[in-house]
Structures are given as structure tokens and as C-alpha cells.
């Protein structure tokens, strides 16, 4: 799963919490105090960049199964084609 934004923290929190799921965490910092927070869960792992990039988001996609992300970036998502190209399974 790859969280991005600032509603990602909780759901990203809950789905690694019992150690049967992992996460990507999209960020601008990867050294910021929240970004930090979030990788010394067990099985998250962070991606330095922004989602208006497509290079970052194929790079954040690859092998995920969904996201958690503010509707802007799942607008560039399907603008990109995410799941037409099935980089994104998720709709």
C-alpha cells in the first residue's frame, strides 16, 4: 500500500501494526520528524519525492496493491494512466 499526504499517518500506522502488511510512505523529506515517525514502524518504507512526479509514483507503485492519497493526487494518477498500464491496482 502507498500512503501519501497528510491523512496517511493513522491508516499507514494501523495496517503495519500486526506485522502482516507493508507500506510505502511518499514524501518531500524523507528526514522530516512525521516521515521518520512512519519508517521506524516495522515494514514501512519510505519514498522521497513528490506525486506530481511520475518518475517518484511508478517508483512508489511498483508492486502495491492500493493507495491512501488526497483526491488531487489521484487525479494525476489517472491523468498518468496509472491503471491502464497496471503500475496501480487500485481504481
Not at 508492486?63 to 497496471?86: E, H, I, K, T, Y
Request: proline share 3%; net charge positive.
Amino acid at each position: 500500500m502507498l500512503f501519501h499526504g497528510i491523512f496517511s499517518d493513522a491508516p499507514c500506522t494501523e495496517l503495519v501494526k500486526d506485522n502482516k502488511y507493508q507500506a510505502r510512505v511518499l514524501t518531500r523529506d524523507a528526514n522530516n520528524a512525521r516521515a521518520q515517525k512512519l519508517a521506524s514502524l516495522p515494514g514501512v518504507e519510505l519514498v522521497q519525492g513528490s506525486f506530481a512526479n511520475e518518475e517518484t509514483l511508478r517508483k512508489g507503485f511498483r508492486g502495491c496493491d492500493g493507495a491512501v492519497s488526497p483526491f488531487r493526487a489521484f487525479q494525476m494518477l489517472r491523468n498518468l494512466d496509472f491503471w491502464d498500464q497496471g503500475i496501480c491496482q487500485c481504481g
